[in-house]
């Protein structure tokens, strides 16, 4: 025994040396954590998220597991195992399971067992297997020869995930034995296991005959699935024998089950890539999978197909088995599917796919509003004069559908047929004459935008097809009374009064007007001052002020951002159509236009005004008395006049708006004093600019066209093959087709794409300084989900960088997909290491991060990263839409980004080309509207995200007179997020080159 003060020191010697020990073990353990925790990752199959980690769930767990009860040991297994997966430790408790769990013969247990071993580190900080093991590989060895084959089988997966030799090598015996099980469970889960085995490392010395033992099972086996795991263990670790096997067996691949023709065409596409000249024989295997009973089997082989070869032959019957999948699958995902890889062979193989344009338009019977506007989109790029009838008469029965009120959506797929159908005529006019009156039907429809749709068809058709104008209008004035709507009714007021030429026209259509108008005035005083409407039916309210706002101004509010960032409520008026009961005056009289214009609608009125005036006019040059002509005169401008009265009067809630007054009173000046210029105006100078805009609309639509149409060019010294040159010994037709396309390809340059190398250049981010003892180097591929980085490391040093990690964080809508994973570096080394980030929506993000080492000393290394920036332009493409859908989608969109110009540019012009390029995006503004020297420029811009967000913005700029450019770019969209980054680039990119 020692002194007590020797004794005392004594012990606080030990403690510090025993604190000591703990801290070294502990910091080297840290770096070995790091590596045994992303060789756990590598190797585990299973992820659960589990939030309940803490020392007192561990000690229930342990409790449960030495317990008796079946149930608790199963929970607290499944606890474990959880906590385990999450990162936490639970020390001690592998002796527990050992002592506790080990023994019990419950099928539950044992699965539990199993993956709680799958997931636990088996190795030491050397990488040596741990002694303990020893008792589970004894453990192991009697599940094989259990003789539940149950228990066989989720042992043999077990082993099929192991990657120690030294645990899987006494076991081998017995997995071999289990190929001989009489369940096929256990053999084709013996198969998995012989694979895994066969690919480690030291594999070939374990089992040195596993290919030839596998290639005899295939032989005899009859399991589907068994086979199919034989195959694949032939494919991944013999591919020569499972060809062979492949090839021997030709005549039997149709009878094949779905699983093992999956595989095939796995092969198939492995084989064919590393030997392009072999693949002449594999289609022919690709063909007759094509009609397999399975279904995903005929998908696969129809990709397979287009992939592989280039024949027409070959890409016909991949597109017939894609139709066949879009007619006969009821699942709407699988049809949207289908489509896009039509979209994709139309791109590339568009003479083959015009051949299945009707096809193609079945799936129109689907009631999905996508999957039809997905399959009009197909079938109007296929259309050519051979097939235009039949694709005409197909959408003509799809309107008449629509006349059917029980179903959904009836007035949006209306909508996007009258869109198709006003297409076809504008490309060919000759079938413009059996849709028209068709369509005409559909002016009074209660959906506006559909409504309008034909309006403008109408408008159109009447000025391209001369021949169909006199029809047209007799039409128009019989079905005028129908309309609903007022953008509708000022569209065919206008058409009526360009159109209506002969004597019988102008005065049906004044006749129509005033008809639709009722008899003056518009509104009454009462003897109690009541202000009514004299022609309005008994059965229904007579007071103006108490009528329904039932057209065009249903009024909508939405945050918006005022020009201090401020906000405030905005409000915006979305039309409807005017309910039924109004349009009806005394006597049953139809009243459209009346009943519009008693809800406060002037600019109707001011359509109204300009129309009797067109008229009126032409009618001076038709009619040869003066008499007749002064009293259209005189009905005229009492029409304007009343109208005046109407919106300066209470009778209505809101009075006539200034332009609106402007221009009738211009209509009324007009009337009273006739003169050369002021008819010229009216009657030739608007058609004149309509005649003008559709000419630039044709225009741009045929230079877009020869863009899209732009091929590559072959080099003059390139060699070129002749079809009929070609030797056909020995090659079948399909074989000859491919030979002859690929030889297309490469004579037009299709196989070469110049400046490949200087694009990925330009993508190559500097992460580190030179003088940093490690260099790295990312290289960004942008897809449209997901951001994939290509990182360069380079060891500078003279020194082994040990768990060297790349470790990344984000901000914004960017999401990391995988932990981090150590490695070591030799001196003057380099690795490639790869990072996936999952985007999730259009939005400018920053990618960050360090670099962490360990060499000989004690302290950690740290090299920070230079921040990477999406940016937002990578998901943002031009596209166009309709100036319609413009506007409705600006009304309805919430997010607001206003933009102050502020520019060294002094050319509206060049500066509006300048935040194009900038922004990627399409001017919809025609080019006609941008000509000139005004000092003011409007134009709107349109792009899509490849998230399916709509991006808008409006720019208005005015060139003072120092030359300075002043005004405003508006960004609008649904999110939050596209709003705000671009116009944060807008601000960056605008003050010029």
Same mark, same amino acid.
């Given at each position: +025994? ?68 079946? +149930? ?241 032959? #070959?890409?016909? #019957? ?60 197909? #079938? ?496 943002? +493409? ?64 349109? #792009? ?50």
């Amino acid at each position: +025994s020692l002194p007590p003060p020797l004794c005392a020191r004594f012990c606080v010697c030990l403690y510090l040396w025993g604190f000591c020990v703990v801290a070294f073990f502990c910091w080297s353990g840290f770096g070995r954590s790091r590596s045994m925790v992303a060789e756990m990752e590598k190797s585990c199959s299973l992820l659960i998220h589990f939030d309940k980690g803490t020392a007192a769930l561990a000690n229930e767990i342990k409790e449960a597991l030495e317990g008796n009860d079946v +149930s608790r040991k199963i929970d607290a297994l499944k606890k474990a195992i959880m906590l385990l997966l999450n990162g936490e430790s639970v020390p001690q408790l592998f002796f527990t399971i050992v002592r506790y769990v080990l023994p019990s013969e419950d099928h539950t247990i044992q699965k539990l067992l199993l993956l709680f071993l799958e997931i636990i580190d088996r190795t030491d900080s050397r990488g040596k297997i741990l002694p303990e093991m020893i008792l589970i590989c004894n453990n192991l060895r009697k599940n094989l020869q259990h003789p539940n084959e149950y228990v066989r089988g989720v042992t043999l997966r077990f082993l099929s995930r192991l990657n120690e030799a030294e645990i899987i090598e006494p076991l081998i015996p017995s997995v071999l034995t289990n190929l001989e099980h009489r369940h096929a469970f256990v053999r084709r889960n013996s198969v998995l296991a012989i694979m895994s085995i066969y690919k480690l490392p030291q594999g070939e010395q374990l089992l040195p005959d596993a290919p030839d033992l596998i290639e005899r099972i295939l032989t005899t086996e009859q399991d589907l699935s068994t086979r199919r795991n034989a195959f694949l263990m032939l494919f991944n670790c013999a591919q020569q024998r499972a060809v062979n096997y492949l090839l021997s067996h030709l005549d039997s691949v149709s009878n094949w089950g779905e699983l093992l023709q999956m595989l095939v065409l796995e092969l198939v596409r492995k084989v064919c890539r590393t030997n392009p000249a072999e693949k002449g024989k594999y289609i022919k295997i690709i063909i007759s999978l094509l009609n397999s009973s399975s279904t995903a089997v005929m998908y696969e082989c129809a990709g397979t197909l287009v992939s592989l070869s280039s024949a027409p032959t #070959a890409i016909r #019957a991949a597109a017939n088995t894609y139709c066949q999948l879009l007619i006969s699958q009821s699942d709407n995902n699988v049809k949207l599917i289908v489509l896009d890889r039509l979209q994709e062979l139309k791109a590339s193989h568009r003479e083959v796919m015009i051949e299945l344009i009707m096809d193609i338009l079945r799936a129109l019977s689907s009631p999905n509003l996508d999957i039809r506007r997905k399959t009009l989109d197909i #079938a109007l790029d296929l259309i050519t004069p051979r097939n235009i009838d039949e694709v005409v008469m197909t959408l003509k029965k799809e309107v008449v559908k629509t006349q059917n009120r029980e179903l959904e959506k009836n007035g949006e797929y209306r909508q996007m047929l009258v869109q198709a159908i006003h297409s076809c005529a504008l490309r060919f006019p000759e079938v413009a004459s059996s849709v028209v009156h068709l369509l005409m039907d559909f002016l009074g429809d209660t959906n506006v935008a559909s409504a309008m749709d034909v309006a403008s068809f109408v408008r159109e058709i009447i000025e391209t097809n001369p021949k169909l104008r006199e029809s047209i209008v007799a039409r128009l004035l019989d079905t005028f009374y129908q309309i609903t709507s007022s953008r509708v009714c000022s569209c065919t007021l206008w058409i009526i009064g360009e159109y209506c030429l002969s004597l019988a026209e102008v005065q049906s259509g004044i006749s129509t007007v005033k008809q639709s108008l009722g008899d003056l005035p518009f509104y009454t005083i009462a003897e109690d001052g009541e202000i009514i409407d004299p022609i309005a039916p008994k059965g229904q309210p007579q007071l103006i002020k108490s009528l329904p706002t039932s057209t065009g101004t249903v009024s909508s509010r939405r945050p918006a951002v005022l020009e201090d960032g401020t906000y405030a409520t905005q409000s915006a008026a979305f039309e409807t159509a005017v309910l039924a009961p109004t349009l009806l005056g005394a006597g049953g009289t139809p009243t459209n236009l009346r009943a519009i214009l008693l809800t406060g609608d002037f600019f109707l009125g001011a359509v109204i005004a300009c129309t009797l005036t067109k008229l009126v006019l032409r009618l001076q040059e038709l009619l040869p008395s003066n008499l007749a002509f002064n009293r259209a005169v005189a009905d005229a401008l009492l029409i304007m006049v009343s109208m005046l009265r109407l919106g300066q009067s209470s009778a209505l809630a809101h009075p006539i708006d200034d332009d609106s007054y402007l221009r009738i009173s211009l209509c009324i000046k007009t009337l009273s004093c006739p003169n050369d210029v002021m008819r010229k105006v009216w009657l030739h100078s608007c058609r004149e600019s309509f005649v003008k805009m559709i000419t630039d609309k044709q225009h741009r639509e045929t230079e877009e066209t020869k863009a899209k149409a732009q091929t590559t060019h072959a080099q003059p010294d390139d060699l070129i093959d002749f079809y009929h040159l070609k030797s056909r010994k020995g090659m079948s037709q399909l074989e000859l087709e491919d030979e002859v396309q690929d030889d297309l390809k490469r004579a037009t340059g299709e196989f070469t794409k110049d400046g490949d190398g200087m694009k990925k250049l330009n993508r190559v981010l500097q992460l580190t300084g030179f003088s940093d003892p490690v260099y790295a180097e990312a290289y960004v591929t942008v897809h449209q989900y997901d951001i994939v980085l290509d990182v360069t490391v380079v060891n500078k040093t003279n020194e082994t960088l040990q768990n060297l990690c790349l470790e990344l964080a984000t901000m914004g809508d960017l999401k990391l997909v995988e932990r981090p994973q150590n490695y070591t570096l030799a001196p003057e080394a380099r690795k490639e290491i790869h990072a996936n980030i999952k985007v999730s929506s259009t939005e400018t993000g920053v990618i960050f991060g360090n670099i962490i080492y360990e060499t000989t000393s004690v302290v950690d290394h740290n090299v920070v990263l230079n921040d990477i920036h999406v940016d937002i332009m990578d998901y943002i +493409s031009p596209a166009v839409c309709p100036d319609i859908a413009f506007r409705n989608m600006w009304a309805e969109f919430e997010w607001e980004n206003k933009v102050a110009v502020n520019t060294n540019i002094q050319d509206e012009n060049e500066f509006l080309n300048h935040v194009v390029a900038s922004t990627n995006m399409k001017c919809l503004t025609p080019l006609c509207a941008l000509e000139g020297d005004c000092g003011f420029l409007a134009a709107n811009l349109y #792009a899509k995200s490849a998230f399916g967000e709509d991006a808008l913005v409006n720019l208005s700029i005015e060139k003072q007179q120092d030359g300075k450019l002043v005004g405003f770019i508006r960004i609008r969209s649904k999110t939050q997020g596209i709003a705000l980054s671009l116009g944060d680039k807008i601000t960056v990119k605008q003050k010029g080159p």
